[in-house]
């Protein structure tokens, strides 16, 4: 499984940037798919997280800022981020839980991560 994440850059702060993070590969089902961040010094930290239905949960730093949404057909998550602040300044790392099929036609399921896209805030 590959994740391909874009849409990061520089925003100034109280703008927005959208994040899309698209997972390719022999998918049988994603159950869930979210967004990490990791800022420079600091260990990575969870943002938000979508199930394969409407459920989301979110980072306190972040509720009311961010909206996380799926596109199930095109097993591609977004992350909308409005109201930036240099605090969200991070790497920001796309994740998926996903089941796929063997050649020897076993199941499997695994966490799969995205290379990784800077978002910059500046005051």
């Known amino acids: 499984v590959q994740l391909q994440a874009s849409g990061g850059g520089l925003a100034q702060a109280g703008g927005s940037l959208r994040l899309s993070c698209a997972a390719s590969g022999s998918i049988v089902r994603i159950s869930g798919m979210g967004w990490y961040r990791q800022a420079p010094g600091k260990e990575r930290e969870v943002v938000a997280r979508?199930?394969?239905?409407?459920?989301?949960d979110y980072a306190d730093s972040v509720k009311g800022r961010f909206t996380i949404s799926r596109d199930n057909a095109k097993n591609t998550v977004y992350l909308q981020m409005n109201s930036l602040n240099p605090e969200d300044t991070a790497v920001y790392y796309c994740?998926?839980?996903?089941?796929?099929?063997?050649?020897?036609?076993?199941?499997?399921?695994?966490?799969?991560w995205g290379q990784g896209t800077q978002v910059t805030v500046s005051s």
């Open positions: 994740v998926a839980e996903a089941t796929t099929k063997t050649d020897s036609g076993e199941y499997v399921v695994g966490r799969y």
């Open positions: 979508a199930t394969s239905g409407e459920s989301a």
